[in-house]
């Protein structure tokens, strides 16, 4: 075909070889091209799928514990209260170790004295074992400067005053 | 396969036929008592899954219970797999003439309709978002602050604050000046009255963004009812992206439109610069969907696109500098900042919990940064040598959201418009794959009961 019969919108592209030209339609090709890139995606989508029963396995994993924890921090302080925190930071995220806090007297959350217990352990009967614990003044979050009262092993080097 | 074999299965074929339309009812049914279920039990409010929010819903209380984790499963399941008997059914002929569908046109209407009314008429579901945008307006209505320099805290005692979710109220909007102008009208109604316009925003968007997939559709020559039936049927798209009243909503009304513009059987150059220009505008509103102008570009390979696009830009820059200051304009800094949360629906995060690691480092952000720019060379390269820039642009966006380390739901509703009208059917496959794999990472409650 010579350049006069090609359309003026390709003739603008004749400079490029003609691997780098661009095309209106698609060139259909062998198709090996899709094939690839549907391997990858069906690679992809396998991963992706891995990871997510992965990830939901880990998530009940992780309920069942914080539910046993809720269950062992009303136990302990002998109130029925719902609204308790759940810090999984202080002993490390991936330590399975939590610390629960809430008031020791009705109140909205963190108005009253707190009352912070370190749990850790394996499940026994819907409960984990308590370690240790302290307490923290109204109206404040579980900062070391503001820990007092400590007890227990697992809180040893925790208490700051 | 012998003659005998073949005129055996024709009357199997036949009763498989006969009660398809049967099933598509009960299927339509199943979705709209699970939508039901949802916003008449988030009606009464009190859940976790609602956001507390003033009482918009209230004359729908006393209708359902509390709307607790295993209720709201169960329903998103029934919703979803009564959704994919849909789809799949969709797409067959009735048999009893050539090309009837299965499910009417009129009916996949009537269906797709039913259930954004539904979601409309009840709360706000799942999201603090939308009391965010209620936020930004305010703060640049009523108390003239700009709310690109300033986080909702800074309006502590004005009545939308209590309602801001709390990992937001130090946070600037990300949101583009356009969208911040648009909803800056709202702000006067109080809060009531602009929540139920933000609401009617949403519903408007959704509908218009439909009825564009209808218009494109019947360009290229694709069942237009199949395609607005997977968008507007969608679970995740009603329950959570309607529900929530989010601005992706307005966004994929522009990314339709853009789109719409340009698929026109003879598309001119003003068309296409309007094509251009709308999708700068639709960035104006949230900057994901500028993700299609590279691809519009290097398919169309004129000027007019481009012209478009850098008037658009300059009028945007202009406008947004001139209401909110550079800060208004600074998108770059608004990405950046987003691109660094972490959530746990993301599937970065899954990944890295499967390698053992407790969540994404930098690291992880810069290479899931490599992985998104390959994706996106490849997929101009393809463009430039003649794939469909429709579907470019789809893949584009579902590679954005999957390789992003902050996914919501919503965020995985962007492909979709794109998938149901292009001839790339692994675009749609594969959409739905990831939405359904988000939904799978829900359902932890439903095996171990939380509180």
């Given at each position: 075909m010579s350049d006069a019969s090609l359309p003026i919108e390709q003739v603008r592209w004749q400079w490029l070889p003609p691997w780098l030209r661009p095309r209106t339609v698609e060139h259909k090709g062998t198709g090996s091209m899709r094939l690839v890139e549907t391997t990858l995606l069906v690679l992809a989508a396998v991963l992706l799928a891995v990871a997510t029963v992965n990830d939901v396995g880990r998530s009940v994993s992780v309920n069942h514990r914080l539910v046993a924890d809720l269950r062992t921090w009303r136990h302990y302080t002998g109130h029925d209260y719902h609204n308790i925190s759940i810090d999984q930071q202080t002993f490390g995220l991936d330590s399975q170790r939590e610390v629960l806090c809430a008031n020791t007297s009705p109140g909205p959350p963190e108005a009253r004295t707190q009352i912070c217990l370190a749990i850790w352990g394996p499940v026994v009967k819907g409960r984990r074992t308590v370690h240790g614990g302290w307490y923290l003044p109204p109206r404040s979050v579980d900062l070391p400067a503001n820990r007092y009262g400590c007890f227990g092993p697992g809180a040893a080097g925790i208490c700051r005053r | 396969m012998s003659a005998v074999a073949y005129s055996e299965r024709l009357p199997v074929r036949a009763r498989s036929q006969r009660w398809a339309p049967a099933l598509v009812g009960l299927l339509s049914l199943l979705l709209i008592a699970a939508t039901l279920e949802i916003v008449l039990d988030g009606a009464l409010g009190h859940s976790p899954l609602v956001p507390p929010s003033p009482d918009i819903a209230g004359w729908l209380e006393g209708i359902g219970e509390r709307l607790g984790y295993r209720v709201f499963l169960i329903a998103l399941l029934v919703?979803?797999?009564?959704?994919?008997?849909?789809?799949?059914?969709?797409?067959?002929?009735?048999?009893?003439?050539?090309?009837?569908?299965?499910?009417p046109w009129r009916w996949a209407i009537a269906l797709v309709a039913a259930l954004q009314l539904i979601v409309f008429a009840g709360p706000v579901l799942l999201s603090t978002d939308v009391f965010s945008y209620l936020a930004y307006a305010r703060m640049g209505v009523e108390h003239g602050l700009n709310p690109y320099t300033h986080g909702p805290v800074a309006i502590v005692g004005d009545p939308v604050f209590k309602y801001v979710g709390k990992d937001w109220i130090h946070v600037a909007t990300a949101y583009g000046p356009l969208y911040t102008l648009l909803s800056y009208p709202l702000a006067p109604l109080g809060l009531v009255g602009a929540l139920w316009a933000m609401k009617?925003?949403?519903?408007?968007?959704?509908?218009?963004?439909?009825?564009?997939?209808?218009?494109?559709?019947?360009?290229?020559?694709?069942?237009?009812?199949?395609?607005?039936?997977?968008?507007?049927?969608n679970p995740l798209y009603?329950?959570?992206?309607?529900?929530?009243?989010?601005?992706?909503?307005?966004?994929?009304?522009?990314?339709?439109?853009?789109?719409?513009?340009?698929?026109?059987?003879?598309?001119?150059?003003?068309?296409?610069?309007?094509?251009?220009?709308?999708?700068?505008?639709?960035?104006?509103?949230?900057?994901?969907?500028?993700?299609?102008?590279?691809?519009?570009?290097?398919?169309?390979?004129?000027?007019?696109?481009?012209?478009?696009?850098?008037?658009?830009?300059?009028?945007?820059?202009?406008?947004?500098?001139?209401?909110?200051?550079?800060?208004?304009?600074?998108?770059?800094?608004?990405?950046?900042?987003?691109?660094?949360?972490?959530?746990?629906?993301?599937?970065?995060?899954?990944?890295?919990?499967?390698?053992?690691?407790?969540?994404?480092?930098?690291?992880?952000?810069?290479?899931?940064?490599?992985?998104?720019?390959?994706?996106?060379?490849?997929?101009?390269?393809?463009?430039?040598?003649?794939?469909?820039?429709?579907?470019?642009?789809?893949?584009?966006?579902?590679?954005?959201?999957?390789?992003?380390?902050?996914?919501?739901?919503?965020?995985?509703?962007?492909?979709?418009?794109?998938?149901?009208?292009?001839?790339?059917?692994r675009l749609l496959v594969a959409t739905l794959v990831v939405q359904a794999l988000f939904v799978i990472h829900q359902i932890s409650p439903l095996l171990a009961p939380v509180e």
């Open positions: - | 919703s979803v797999g009564a959704y994919a008997g849909l789809v799949a059914l969709s797409g067959r002929s009735s048999g009893e003439s050539a090309g009837a569908a299965v499910m009617l925003e949403a519903l408007l968007a959704s509908a218009g963004t439909l009825a564009l997939i209808w218009r494109c559709a019947c360009t290229r020559g694709l069942d237009p009812a199949r395609a607005i039936l997977i968008v507007g049927a009603v329950i959570y992206g309607l529900g929530g009243a989010h601005n992706d909503l307005i966004m994929m009304l522009a990314m339709m439109a853009a789109v719409s513009l340009t698929i026109a059987p003879a598309p001119t150059r003003g068309r296409e610069a309007t094509a251009a220009a709308t999708v700068v505008a639709g960035a104006l509103i949230k900057a994901t969907v500028a993700v299609l102008l590279p691809f519009m570009i290097v398919s169309r390979r004129r000027l007019g696109p481009i012209v478009g696009a850098l008037a658009a830009i300059a009028l945007g820059a202009l406008v947004g500098y001139v209401a909110f200051g550079i800060h208004g304009i600074d998108v770059v800094a608004a990405l950046n900042r987003d691109a660094a949360f972490v959530s746990t629906d993301s599937f970065a995060t899954e990944i890295a919990h499967l390698v053992g690691k407790p969540g994404v480092f930098p690291i992880d952000h810069d290479l899931l940064k490599a992985a998104l720019v390959l994706v996106i060379l490849h997929l101009l390269w393809r463009t430039w040598r003649g794939y469909d820039w429709v579907a470019a642009s789809g893949w584009a966006l579902l590679a954005i959201s999957v390789t992003s380390t902050w996914l919501l739901a919503w965020y995985i509703l962007w492909p979709l418009p794109l998938a149901v009208v292009t001839r790339d059917r």
